[in-house]
Structure formats: structure tokens, C-alpha cells
């Protein structure tokens, strides 16, 4: 892929307040679906990054682009099972730049299998996912806080 380069590294302080702009943007919110209940919550928002940063099971990283923070990437556990997420902010959607970030991500987090979940109508992560090598795994229905219903999930795994 052509375009500025994306790199990963650790999580800084002075990242957050672009994560938070990123997990409040209305759109990327509705894709992301299952979400915190009120996403402007600054207050709940650190207090859940100050648990993600202390959790040493965690692994996480903030994604750059041309030298820029975009967003992050993290492995952590859901419902049991070894799980990846990723949020990358609507400016850089569509420039590869989360399918180039999780690919790098991988190599950090060696264990398999490695699980994701999204909505079943985000097309976008489900590529992203894909070219990463995870494959459909099962369907499930979830309530999403962003959509306040409950709704098609995608469970992937990458073996």
C-alpha cells in the first residue's frame, strides 16, 4: 500500500484526548456499535483508559500515520477468548491505514487463536479483518449501546 507510513507505539498521555475525539465522532460511533453508553463522558472515558493502561494483560498501541496519531490497537480478553479491537479515527478510514496497523499489531501478539467481534453491517472492519487473515467464526446478537438495541454481531478468528 502506498501513502504516508503507519507505525505503532506505546501508548502516551498526550494520545488520549485524540482518542477521544475519535470515540466521539457520531458516525464512527453508529459503526462501532457496541460502545461505552455515553461516549462524551470524558470523566468515564479516562477512567477506562487508566484500567486499559494498567492492566498488564493488555496489550495496547497507538497507531500513527505519517507521523500523526490515528487511533489505536489492543489485544485483551472478551467473554474468554483472546480478542483484538481497533478505532481509527474517520479521517483516515479508507487509506488502508487500520488494515496496515492491525497487520504490524499481529506480529506484537503472536498467540492464536485471536478473536473479533463487530457489527455484522461494518463492512469496512469485516475487509479490514479479512485481509488480515481472520475468517467468520459464528454470528451472535449483542445489544449495542450506540444503536440502543440489540444487533447482528460478527464473531472472527484468526487461527
Known amino acids: 500500500m502506498t501513502g504516508p507510513r503507519v507505525q505503532l507505539r506505546e501508548v502516551r ?9 475519535h470515540h466521539r465522532d457520531a458516525e464512527a460511533v453508529r459503526m462501532a456499535a457496541f460502545t461505552v453508553e455515553d461516549p462524551g463522558d470524558r470523566e468515564a472515558f479516562d477512567a477506562q483508559w487508566e484500567r486499559i493502561l ?7 498501541r497507538t497507531v500513527l500515520y505519517g507521523g500523526r496519531v490515528a487511533g489505536n490497537v489492543m489485544s485483551f ?3 474468554g477468548e ?6 481509527i479515527g474517520r479521517e483516515h478510514w479508507g487509506k488502508g491505514v487500520a488494515t496496515r496497523a492491525l ?19 461494518n463492512t469496512g472492519s469485516l475487509r479490514v ?3 488480515c487473515g481472520f475468517t467468520v467464526a459464528r454470528e451472535e446478537r449483542g445489544y449495542a449501546s450506540a444503536r440502543g438495541r440489540e444487533i447482528d454481531e460478527l464473531v472472527l478468528v484468526l487461527v
Do not use: C, H, M
Open 77 to 79: 480478553e472478551q467473554f
Open 54 to 60: 494498567g492492566d498488564d494483560a493488555v496489550v495496547n
Open 103 to 121: 497487520t504490524a499489531f499481529l506480529e506484537l501478539v503472536p498467540d492464536r487463536p485471536l478473536y473479533a467481534r463487530i457489527a455484522k453491517d
Open 82 to 87: 483472546p480478542s483484538v479491537g481497533y478505532w
Open 13 to 21: 498521555p498526550d494520545d488520549l484526548p485524540v482518542f477521544f475525539d
Open 129 to 131: 479483518l479479512e485481509k
